[in-house]
Structure formats: C-alpha cells, structure tokens
C-alpha cells in the first residue's frame, strides 16, 4: 500500500505521471462545504510547472475535473473524487533509456519494490507530479479550516545556503501568507528571493540543480488538539510531509537548534495574555506533549536538489547489472523548492484538518 | 487515540507514570520467536533511571512481567503483553504544585485535550516513562530483525554543542552497535563523550537542562521494502520517532545539509559492488522514493533538553488562570539524551520491522 | 468516512448514481498480474441492469475506463484507479420527489447524516450502481486469488420461498461455479429456477418486488488463514457483505440451523484424506476460531426486496415534515438478487484476497 | 493480527486461557466519566462460570484490575486497560490430551495459523475465556452510551428449538433490559426460559451440548450515525459480534425472514410521531443504507452448541497425522448461550459507541 493516508479524513491518492491520469479520493469531508474552485486552481497553478525560468518548461494546466462528491457546488459529504487528465508528456524520452536507474531517484527502488512491472515513464506513481491531487486535497483542506479562522502560510526559508527571515521573527497572519503567496520566489524578505533566484539560475546554466528549506505556519490552532504518542501532531504531519517527493527532514519549533538550547530556553514559559494562555516563546512549535498549546505551529522541512539534472551522472543499467553512464535530456526543475512551496501548505492543512476531525467526543 | 500504531504489527502502549503501572501489547508478532529476555533486559536498563550522574535519582528495577503471548519461551503468534508496574514513585512532589503548568512539558496541552481529568502526577500518561515499554517492545523486533541480519544501532551525535563523528563517516555493523550500546555515553569518539558529560555536569550544576542530537543507522534492510508516499519509511520511522517524547525534528540522510547541496552532489549515483548494486555515497540515508535501497537507513533526531528544571520559571495556575512562577523539585534528568539512546533504537527496530512485515505478496 | 476497507488491500469507492461517474481506487495489488478485461467485463454484464425482464430497463454499458495501476496489460502494483461514467441517468425522475422520503431506501438516513447535502438523484452514493466498481474490483480479486487455485461462486438459494439446492449437497468445483455464471437465475436445480423466475414476474405484475437468498462458496483456501477475534475470517467477510446495499443478514456453514443442532452434530469431526486434514460435515462452513480448515468457506446472505415498487405507499414530505403519500415511478428491479450474484462473489474474492494478503510472516 | 479493533475507540484484546492473565487496552475513551465499577462487576458476573447447572463448574471471580487511565475514579482520557488474573486452571486436562485437535474448537485451525506455537491449554487466545475482558469494555461503553440515553438489551430467541417472543413484539425500554438481565436464563416469556433450561439439562445428561439464538436491541440511537458501504451499522456490528467464538450468523431487523417478504411489507413505511419521524414497522432493524434511522437497532445472532463435550468423538492426531478418537474431559458448559447474553451486549455497545464517536464534524 502507501497511498492511503488519514484517520479521519481519509485520502487515496492514484496516478502515474505517464499514464491516463492521477488524481485523489477523499472519504470524510463534512457536508455542506461551498468549494471555491478559483482557490482550488490558484493554489494548483502556484505548483504547476511551466510558469517561469526557475522551473520546468513541461506545461500542463492541471485542469481538475471533480467526479463525484460535489453536488450544487457543495459537498455531498461522501467520497470526493478529483482527476487531472494528464497531457503533453513526452514518454519516448523515458523509453529510450528506461534501463538506465536515474540516480537520486525512486527508479532502482521502484524496479525492486514492483519487480520491474511499474510504470517507470516520468517516474510513475512517483513522480512530483502526483503532488498535483494533494494540493487539490490540500485547499479543499484549508477551504474548511479557514472557517475556524485557521490558516495556513509558507515560505522559502532557504535555497543553496541563501536564508530568508524566519516565521518567529515576524507577526503571523492571514493577510502575510496571501502576500506570500502571490510571489515568484515567496520570501518574507524580498532581497533574499532574488538572490535565490540567481542561485536557480546559476544551477541551471550548469547543468545542475539545487536544494533548499520551506518554513510552514499554521495559525490559530485551538489548544488541546492532537494525541500523545503515535498520534502527535508531529507524527501526524511529518508522516504526511514525508510523502511529499524530495522531503528529507522536518523540524519543529527551533528544531535541530535545540541541541545547543539549555532547558530554561526552549521551555517556553507560559503567561496569560487578553485572558488566553500564552507562551513568551515559541520553540516548541505549537506542540507539546504531540498537543497543540494555541500558538502558531511552525515547521520547517528541507527539499534535496532535484534529482533530474543534465549533468553526466554514473549509473548502472538494470538490465544488464553493469555500470555506465547517463545523461539525462527532457524538462526539469533546477530547483523544485518554490513549486513545493504550495505543496507543503497542501499537507500541512490535510494534516490538521484530519486531526481536528478527531477530537474524542461523542 | 494517540497509542496504537501500527499497519502490520499493531502497538497498543498503556499507562501513567504513578498509577498502577505501564506496558504496551504487540499484536501481529510472528509465532515461534525465542525470546531472549536478558538481551531485554540490557536494552532496558540502558533506558532506565538512576545509572549515572547524568540522569535522575529515581530508581526503577523497570522489572517486567509477560502477561501473554509467550509459552515455552517462544512467541505464541497471539497478542504478547508485557506489564511493568510501578514504584519509587513520590506522587505528594506533584500533588503540591499540581495547579501550576510546568513549562516545557504537556501539562498545559494535556489539561486542555482531557478537561482536566488526565492524571497529573509526574505528568501522567505524557510520562518518559512510557518509552519503558516502547523499549521491551523494540528489543523484541530487533531479536526478529536480527534474523534476517537486520541491525539497528545509534550514537549520541551532539550534546549542547559538542559533536560526535558521524555514522556515514566510519564503517557500520553490529559489533560496532555492540561496543556503543555499553558505554555511559555512547559516542563513536570517547574524547566527545567526556566533553559531553561534562557539559551535562555543568548544566546541571546550573540547576539546567541539555539536549542533544541522536544519530541512528539500520543495517542490512534489503533493498525493495517500504512504499511510496503515505507508508514511506521516512513517513514510518519519523512517525514513531515523534511518538517519543522531547524529540522535535528528525532528518534522514544529509538532512538539513541537502538545502545546501546540489543534485550533481546528492544523488548518490549507482556502482555495482560485489554483483550488488550499491551508491557511491549516501546522502539519501538509504531511502529513494520511500522505498529502501539496500544502503544504511540513517537518520538523525533532536532532542531538546529535559523541560523538568530546578531553575525557578514563569508559568501560570490554571485554576486561577494568573500568571505566577515556579520552582520543580524531585528527581530529573539534566539531559535526557544518553537514556534515549536505546529509545530511538526501539523505535526504528518497530518501525523497520511493520513495514517489512507489510510485503504485498500473497 | 465509510467507503475505505481493507487491512492489506485498500479500496476506496467513490461516486454517486447520477453524478459524473463512479468508480473505485484499489491500493496494494501485486504487480505483474495480467489482467483479463474481458473476464472483468463478463462479471460486470451479470451485474448490470437491463439484461433481462427480471431486472430494470435502465441499460448501462458499465465500461470502465482504467485511469492507473495498468502498464503493458499488467498490474504495476501502484494503486489501480476504475472510472466508469454515468450515462442515460433521468435525474428529473427524481428532482420532482426529492422531498418524498422513499420507504425502504436510504433517503431518510442520508438526509440526517449529511445535512440534506448529499446528492439524492438515484440515491446518489447509497445507489446499487456503487456496486458496479465493487463488482470491478473483485474479478480482478478473482483473478488473483485463481493463480492460488482459489475460486469462488455463488448460486440463488432462495427467491421469495422458492428454494434451490444447498452447497453442501453437492460437489464444488469451479467448473460448477462457471456453468452457473451463466445462468440468467442462477440456480443449481434449473426447475427452481424457472419458479423463482416466476415468483419475480408475478411481483413485478403486481407492481411489487421480492428478496432472496444468495449462498457463495470459496473453495481451496488453504487451512490457517484468517485471525481469531476481531479481523476473523467471518467479521471481515461479514464487513463487506454488509457493504453490499439491501443485505441484511450473513450466516456460515450451518447457520440459523445450528440453534436447532447439538454439539456432536455440529462439531465437524476430522478425518485424514489423502494425507490431507478434513472433516466428515461442513457445518462450520470452513472457519474455526476465525481461521480456514481447509475446508470450502461457504455463507448465505439474506436480500431484502428492492424498496423501489410502484405501489402507493405511506411516507413523509422531509421539508414540510408532514405524512403523505409517494408513487414511484422510473425504472426499477422487481427483484435485485439476480443481478446481487457476481456483487456477492466480488464481496468474497476481496475479503478472501485482502485477509490471504494479510499473512503475518516477515 | 486480528486482536485490534475500532475507528474511534480501539481496543487491544490479549490473553490466554491457561496463561498469567487475561485483559484489554481501550484507547480514545472521553476523559472524565466516572466508572460505575458494581456495574461492570454485575456484567462480568453474567458472563462469569460455575453460577448455575448451565454453565461449566471452573469457578472463576473473574476479579479485574484497573492498571490505567482511571484516576480518582474517573477515566483520564489516556488508555484504560484492565487485567483479569487467571486462577483455577487444571492446565495438565489438556497436557494429556494436546496432540489430539478437539472437534469444534480452533485447536486444528490455530495449530496450523501459529505453525503449533500458540498456547494450546484450554483453547488459548481462542477460549471463550477471552470474552471476559470485551464484558469488561462494554461495561465502560454501556455506561458512556447510558449518558445518551442509549440503552443496550439483549434476550435468549432460541435454545434448541424452544423459542421465546422476539423483541419486535413488545415495548422496549431500559427497565425491560434490566429486568432481562436478572434472569438465570433470560427470556421475555418465562416458560420458555423453563423449557429452555430443561433442554439444556438434558444435553448436559446425553454428555452432549446446545446452540441458540440471542436476540439485542439497541435503543435512543439518535438518526443519521453510520456511514454507508464499509462502516455500515451492519458492518461494523457484524464484525465485533463475529469476533465472539461460536458466533455463526447474524440477522438485522426481519433478517432472513426477508427472503420471503414483499418490498410493500418489508419497507417500513414512514410516519411522524409527537414531531419526529418513526417507522410504522421496522424490518430494516432501525437500519436504513448502513446509517441509523432512529427507530431500535435490532439484530439475531446464532450460538452453535458448546464443542467441547464429554462424548466419544473422532478425531485426528496431529503430530502422527492418524485418525483416532478424542474424549474430553474437564469443565464445560452443555449451552453457552445464557453466558453469551452479556457478551452480545458488550459486543453491541462497542459497536455502537465506537460508531457514535465517528461523526463526521470538526
């Protein structure tokens, strides 16, 4: 298995980047929801690729078509159905040199796992490309929490060594994670962004690519939701960040930081503010004991350079079990992280709305 | 909910840290397994309190009982329930002050999502003690891993700053796992673990708390096993690992290093060693797409430093909802990292051993 | 949620009768299974209405479209996606009564659940039609489990009194299942059939509809598959029969009857045949303690009346909250248990396939 | 697996008939119910062996421990796990006898599922046994469905073809089901009762044993809870219930009595009462597309009679693979069915509890 994920809300996830189509099932959505669709296709052009020189020249308009679920422009509360017809693909760039294992990604994996049946064209089912049903399943997400007046914002916190201010330095709130949104590269500090730029552009021209790190925000959280243990609300969402393709790490609050923080730094001491429980600091994340504390919840998650450059890269050939070469032609992202930008929103909002789903009461 | 995990071995983990007494139940374990208990018994004590200087004075035997599932000293096949009940226990430390929120921990959090009603004392169900039989239940899928040559093993990476090699920079195998389980401080460089200690000494000299880094590898995982998205082993291991308490981020392979890194750098290209296919480098932590490639699974997690610290602290009384200040006594660890050592190897051991066991073969 | 099942194989089914389309996303196949369409096609013409004056006029091709999981006519093992469109739908039948409560159907109980938001066109979710891609997803279940020498099928034991022979009268075989598959009443003794057919039209003269009983019968699962307790071959069979709409009643092996038996008549002794473990009698239909013996897996599932009759019947106005009375017109069954046959054999493959897949070995 | 159980509530069954103990974990309970601690006594009492001529002579107290998630005598929110201690076990009766698979039992089925590991003495995890602690857990749920107004009530239908009325006869109400639930064998008429327990008698005297039928009711659940296809009522219901061993059938409303039924009787008109919306009769068992329509859940399950009986048997040797002949010996109830009542409640309010909390709201 693997692309079933939820307790509550329940997604399955279906596509290959080659095939018919991909899109997602969602089983759980409560009733009654006006879906904004224009929300829906803004937040899936901001991933689609083809929009500028950072990323891939692949175009796809990732028009969605919703099957069922939808009824009078609402929700019907049973299983929505999204599907994304796929187009322009350009699968005799993948049957040329299918026995060749890209490195750096799910190809030799991919073989093993499935004993060589998979569908190996553009990746398959592992393609970033099945990200597109997630940042549909992701707004329709945010669509509903946005009733609680919950929120969700991104932004690029670095790319190739180049570091944006953090979400703890600034005030956080709606009207911040629009702005953001609307932005080519979505720093908070402008200056950065073009300096990130220029580094995409530089990997490009050498055949390469680069990396970096997204900071997420999620606002306006009531206290007390979440679980101790297995269901923590940071094995919830890094359990959902972790199907993102490409996430390699996730932090929350100061993160890795905490390794060098004494005890009376990070334990966020509490006070009472307008007559609501407060903490001076945040470098829990919003998360204590895997419960929300009512502060925003912040977490940062590292993307790897994409694996498809057009670099000369060693390699073995599957077939044959020997080593060679390989070079890889077609379109690709030199940086993937501002397409990705989106994508975290998506699943941090699924991540959230599942757990709000499942408040123990009857 | 929030203690049951698990797609194929199913963990049920029970308990407060003053009541009667904690345990967990395994179900799903293969039949016929010969449990060696002392091996158990040796991973739990490197968890247990009241070893060293570096960790609280409250002793615990940590003795467990095997309620079921066990005949003739081999797994039945049949739930096996493992029961350890409490003592040493001083509950009045904790009745006194038991309006007063201690920062750092889940009382605030836990007095929210339970109205109240969950048992405070030496924080309840929320407890580090809990990881006690998230220990016993690690030992036991490493007995099983161990069969197939599986091998999991950790070190302490960082201590407030002092930094130990790496596992990607030395040769990786079971003796070396070995030699590490049996040291106070299980560093790969002795000099670091002095420094480390001495740094723990210091804060708690200074009534404080550490925290660290913890840096695990499994070895010998056979390429092919995990899956794509939802069930990816990063989406599988960070999700137990966050079930743990204090950890706060975790990061595989190169982690937070790859937003610095270019693709030509991070994708691991493919050799053939040995007619086995292997990567030149690792910066993946041996997981492509979700899915193992036959490499170390590495990964490193943060732990922040033990909240419990005698350091008078700002907080408030939750009944009377006024700000206030208070001074924690009792018996806490001034870093909590050297005991969660054999934690993060438990975990990994669970969750290693639930995706292998979810092989879609029929 | 409602319309995910599955602990090893993952269905999610999606649509409503008169929406888009319908469908159903299967995650955890083995891949390399070459699927026989046309088989897949066959089982779905025993399902579809229009057949035959026992059933409604309503056609429907019910082609399938394959949207992923398919590549090279074989499976890929990554989540396969059936979509199968809505055509010559009469929504207008039902705009004009959509505030009559239909007697018998789930219009009432989806009004309450879902707020009067659901799509009540044709039933919208709660239709027969969802079992179209139930029926899809077990031929190829069927498939699978045939390359185990598994088979199942199913006759009509009981239509409105009239009975045909028992399974456990005769000897099962798949050749018996085939010829049965293609009967259009589906019985063992073709002169029941011919009475129940009667019975059928009989109602459907007097504007009124009748039930049934249906038996299945899963032969060559090998001996010691399933779980005691919770996930019992019979909870998880029962779990998805129950799934199927107008069930209302499972019993296996002897049943009802076994009330009326003593233990010594029911006990099912064992003998040795062939070097093989059986029993004298099959009263236990199979499963002992929630596991195989060996021994065909045999059940009844008990069909209520389709509810849709022309007759006047008493019902409210939900709007108005007021008694009145409803004539229903559109195209209806007089009786469903013909076409619920191939549902019922679908319902067994996949429950026989997900708790076979489901082998607690590593 | 197949000892986890729930979507909202999960249970965790473990345990050995001749073992150390027997229990349950229940995690996601409400936080702050207090426990009616007599009650659940009484329930298990029901349950309990050696209280009359019926039932088997082993004594047990059947005594249970809370080891969690209670504190000052109200559930904390945190796992609540109850141990019950095995006593009074004559483990050498089956020593002898382990090699020779009783007819009737899972010994055959469990030999071969656990490869001959699991715990053969008096069935094991597979003893009937293990209903105690499921008495237990609907004991808790009982209590918390109770504060709904939900009242949970079971009878004997059936013993040995002696039939008592059924529940769709009479008026059902709380005092009903307390007034049941005193009886030695609980039937609405009591000369059935009397006839009933001279059937039994006079198995027990022929060393043979009965079957029966229980019939339950579940009423004041509200309309609208459910969900259709996979977590029907009826799939939800039928899988706890075929969990309890010796479970063979299950019916909702007129169940198989249906086969013979017209849609213009089976399809319970609806009507309005006092402003709300009833059925004039309820052949669909207060179940209408798997979702609650208000009106009583009414469900028959089937007992078979007790395997284990003291007549000569054939049988199998399974280590010689030889036909031979079993005699058994020990403690044994000639009829199950009266200590069965308390377990389909149990069951019942499980299901039920577990389905309420699953509401689909945020």
Redesign the interface.
């Given at each position: 298995?693997?692309?079933?994920?939820g307790?509550?809300?329940?997604?399955?996830?279906?596509?290959?980047s080659h095939?018919?189509?991909?899109?997602i099932?969602l089983?759980?959505?409560?009733?009654?929801v006006l879906l904004d669709l224009n929300h829906i296709r803004k937040q899936m052009q901001r991933r689609a690729p083809g929009r500028s020189g950072t990323s891939t020249t692949r175009k796809e308009t990732d028009d969605f078509?919703?099957?069922?679920?939808l009824?009078r422009s609402?929700?019907?509360?049973?299983?929505?159905?999204c599907?994304i017809k796929n187009e322009n693909t350009r699968s005799e760039d993948y049957e040329k040199i299918h026995n060749l294992?890209r490195?750096?990604?799910?190809d030799?994996?991919?073989y093993?796992?499935?004993?060589?049946?998979?569908?190996f064209r553009g990746g398959?089912?592992?393609s970033g490309r099945?990200t597109a049903p997630l940042v549909f399943a992701g707004a329709v997400a945010m669509q509903?929490l946005l009733k609680?007046n919950i929120c969700v914002g991104s932004h690029i916190a670095?790319?190739?060594?180049i570091k944006d201010k953090l979400f703890d330095s600034i005030d956080l709130n709606n009207n911040l994670f629009h702005s953001l949104s609307k932005k080519e590269i979505c720093t908070i500090d402008d200056e950065s962004g073009v300096k990130m730029k220029e580094e995409i552009m530089l990997?490009k021209a050498?055949k390469?690519?680069?990396?970096?790190?997204i900071e997420t925000a999620v606002i306006n959280v009531p206290?007390?939701?979440?679980?101790?243990?297995?269901?923590?609300i940071?094995?919830?969402i890094?359990?959902?960040m972790?199907?993102v393709?490409a996430?390699?790490?996730?932090?929350?609050?100061?993160?890795?930081r905490?390794?060098?923080?004494?005890?009376?730094?990070?334990?966020?001491?509490?006070?009472?503010s307008d007559?609501k429980?407060c903490?001076?600091t945040n470098?829990?994340?919003g998360?204590?004991?895997?419960?929300?504390?009512g502060m925003p919840i912040i977490f940062r998650t590292?993307?790897?350079?994409?694996?498809?450059?057009f670099?000369k890269?060693?390699?073995?050939d599957i077939e044959s079990?020997?080593?060679t070469e390989i070079e890889i032609h077609g379109r690709h992202d030199p940086c993937i992280v501002p397409r990705a930008v989106p994508v975290t929103e998506a699943a941090a909002a699924l991540a959230i709305?599942d757990i709000?789903?499942?408040?123990?009461?009857?």
């Open positions: 298995m693997g692309s079933t994920w307790n509550n809300l329940k997604l399955s996830l279906f596509g290959e095939g018919k189509g991909i899109g099932v089983d759980g959505l409560p009733p009654g078509e919703i099957i069922s679920g009824f609402k929700t019907t509360g049973t299983p929505l159905c599907l294992i490195p750096g990604h799910a030799y994996t991919g093993v796992k499935y004993k060589g049946f998979n569908d398959g089912h592992f099945l509903i609680k670095e790319i190739s060594g990997a050498m390469d690519s680069v990396g970096g790190i206290a007390g939701i979440g679980n101790p243990f297995f269901d923590s940071e094995s919830r890094s359990s959902m972790f199907s393709p996430v390699k790490g996730i932090e929350f609050g100061s993160g890795f905490l390794a060098e923080m004494k005890g009376s730094d990070s334990n966020d001491a509490f006070s009472i007559g429980v903490t001076f470098h829990n994340g998360i204590q004991g895997g419960i929300s504390n590292v993307i790897k350079a994409t694996p498809s450059i670099k890269q060693k390699t073995i079990m020997k080593e709305l709000l789903m499942g408040k123990d009461e009857i």
